[in-house]
């Protein structure tokens, strides 16, 4: 049970430049988010899915796009990276439900956008 | 609305000594309540929770926490740190659309 998987761990990115930020899960758990995490400011939803093809907005969701084709995927994208998205982006998933707070969380990816 | 608030950004503790680390929530639905732990360069994990029940919830690693409704808090105690707990500290409560809201977090540091 390999748990949250994110690739890539480090990423360096040029302003306007786009990517995407991998998450799978083999939990076969029905929730899935994305978080950044920046100093000071704990972590901040920026989106979230229920289950494959139901995604929705979070706390912060400009400038991100979400996709959920499959239960295992949920992939992030930056359409044009700008500098103020330079944080440590954290995936997770649970089960839906009474279950839904006991969040697993993947290693994270920390991005620098210069 | 729900909101969390640590009061302590870093609280530095030597080994073996007691430590508490502070926690107060807003909330305007039932109240759920969580500490999550995040060691160095990981993600972080359910250190306890507490949904209905016991105010006392007891968590992995020698933790506890007691939900108190009149001073809106939800401390956390280890009696004994050990180095090993060296580690950042996340406070959440759940949001009115069942979201997890996290605190700002609190930087553990246990010195030998």
């Known amino acids: 049970n390999a748990g949250v998987t994110q690739t890539p761990k480090f990423q360096v990115l040029k302003t306007g430049q786009s990517m995407t930020l991998q998450c799978a899960q083999d939990?076969?758990?029905?929730?899935m988010s994305w978080y950044r995490q920046d100093p000071g400011m704990g972590l901040r939803l920026i989106h979230y899915s229920v289950g494959a093809g139901i995604t929705d907005q979070g706390e912060v969701p400009n400038g991100y796009n979400v996709s959920r084709s499959t239960t295992e995927d949920f992939p992030l994208r930056l359409l044009s990276a700008a500098p103020s998205q330079t944080s440590v982006y954290f995936c997770?998933?649970?089960?839906?439900?009474?279950?839904?707070?006991?969040?697993?969380f993947g290693p994270g990816t920390r991005l620098t956008v210069t | 609305a729900q909101s969390v608030t640590q009061l302590d950004s870093q609280v530095p503790v030597f080994e073996e000594a007691p430590v508490e680390l502070r926690c107060n929530y807003s909330s305007s639905v039932s109240v759920y309540l969580f500490w999550y732990v995040q060691y160095p360069n990981q993600g972080l994990q359910l250190l306890l929770k507490y949904l209905s029940g016991s105010t006392l919830v007891k968590g992995i690693n020698g933790f506890e926490a007691e939900f108190n409704k009149s001073q809106t808090s939800f401390h956390l105690r280890k009696p004994s740190v050990h180095i090993s707990d060296t580690a950042e500290y996340f406070c959440?409560?759940?949001?009115?659309?069942?979201?997890?809201?996290f605190g700002t977090g609190t930087r553990l540091q246990v010195f030998p």
């Open positions: 959440a409560v759940r949001s009115n659309t069942d979201k997890l809201i």
């Open positions: 997770a998933s649970s089960y839906s439900g009474g279950r839904a707070y006991e969040q697993y």
């Open positions: 939990m076969n758990h029905e929730y």
